[in-house]
């Protein structure tokens, strides 16, 4: 925690300048600013005596001045002494004010100074915002189809069921139902179809006898390996497909 005794530490180093200025214009707006001080009306002597003030603590510090610095030091003594001079009386001879060049120049830089800085509050890209590049290329995902469950193909066959209740017929009539012939007549449906719905396949007209039946053949159809059952997503509706060889 103790600093080494044969530690060197040069006089200046502890020094710090908190004021950043971008010229001796910058330095004497900060000056009337400062002090609140209308800007057409310049007591010249105070802000000359505050100006060589900083121009002498530049030199303590062994700060090199740039040139403007000093030729504003200049600038500032000729109109301190341009104001002592008596003025003539006749108002037609009467001389403009030594000030007002100072003043001109002083407000164009404060109104470039106001533009600068309203610039630089506008968002700036790499500071304020970044450009994101994101690749728009197609992704193929695989996406595997899930297995088709027997609870699954008892619900739908159970929803046909009672659409066929909904759809019975009073007349009575004695048709002769196979498996084998709806085992058929299936395989014809689905042929050359990549996929057939489940609940197509049967004809509500035959009442329950004839929907069992035809889940029968379905179901046989699958022993056999000549068809498959699909589903895109659980509880989604099922198609048929001629299994491939």
Same mark, same amino acid.
């Given at each position: 925690?103790?600093?080494?005794?044969?530690?060197?530490?040069?006089?200046?180093?502890?020094? *710090?300048?908190? !004021?950043?200025?971008?010229?001796?214009?910058?330095?004497?707006?900060?000056?009337?600013?400062?002090?609140?001080?209308?800007?057409?009306?310049?007591?010249?002597?105070?802000?000359?005596?505050?100006?060589?003030?900083?121009?002498?603590?530049?030199?303590?510090? &062994?700060?090199?001045?740039?040139? $403007? @610095?000093?030729? #504003?030091?200049?600038?500032?003594?000729?109109?301190? &002494?341009?104001?002592? /001079?008596?003025?003539?009386?006749?108002?037609?001879?009467?001389?403009?004010?030594?000030?007002? !060049? /100072?003043?001109?120049?002083?407000?164009?830089? $404060?109104?470039?100074?106001?533009?600068?800085?309203?610039?630089?509050?506008?968002?700036?890209?790499?500071? %304020?915002?970044?450009?994101?590049?994101? %690749?728009?290329?197609?992704?193929?995902? %695989?996406?595997?189809?899930?297995?088709?469950?027997?609870? %699954?193909?008892?619900?739908?066959?159970?929803?046909?069921?009672?659409?066929? !209740?909904? &759809?019975?017929?009073?007349?009575?009539?004695?048709?002769? /139902?196979?498996?084998?012939?709806?085992? &058929?007549?299936?395989?014809?449906?689905?042929?050359?179809?990549?996929?057939?719905?489940?609940?197509?396949?049967?004809?509500?007209? !035959?009442?329950? /006898?004839?929907? *069992?039946?035809?889940?029968?053949? #379905?179901?046989?159809?699958?022993?056999?390996?000549?068809? $498959?059952?699909?589903?895109?997503?659980?509880?989604?509706?099922? @198609?048929?497909?001629?299994?491939?060889?």
């Amino acid at each position: 925690m103790d600093l080494p005794k044969d530690l060197y530490i040069p006089p200046d180093a502890m020094k *710090v300048f908190l !004021e950043a200025f971008e010229g001796p214009l910058d330095f004497l707006l900060y000056l009337i600013r400062k002090q609140n001080i209308d800007i057409l009306d310049i007591p010249v002597a105070s802000v000359t005596r505050q100006y060589m003030e900083y121009i002498e603590l530049m030199q303590e510090l &062994s700060l090199e001045l740039a040139a $403007e @610095y000093l030729v #504003m030091a200049a600038i500032l003594a000729e109109i301190k &002494s341009r104001m002592l /001079l008596p003025r003539p009386s006749d108002a037609e001879n009467s001389e403009e004010d030594p000030r007002a !060049e /100072l003043v001109r120049r002083l407000q164009e830089y $404060e109104r470039y100074k106001q533009a600068a800085e309203d610039m630089d509050k506008l968002p700036r890209l790499e500071r %304020d915002t970044f450009t994101v590049q994101a %690749d728009a290329s197609a992704i193929s995902v %695989d996406k595997p189809l899930p297995n088709v469950s027997l609870p %699954d193909l008892l619900r739908a066959l159970v929803d046909v069921l009672k659409r066929a !209740e909904l &759809s019975a017929s009073h007349h009575i009539r004695m048709d002769s /139902l196979s498996v084998r012939e709806k085992m &058929s007549h299936i395989l014809a449906a689905i042929q050359d179809k990549e996929h057939f719905l489940f609940t197509n396949l049967f004809n509500l007209e !035959e009442g329950r /006898l004839g929907v *069992v039946v035809t889940f029968l053949a #379905m179901l046989e159809l699958l022993k056999q390996s000549l068809i $498959e059952f699909v589903q895109a997503t659980p509880f989604a509706p099922i @198609y048929l497909k001629p299994k491939a060889a």
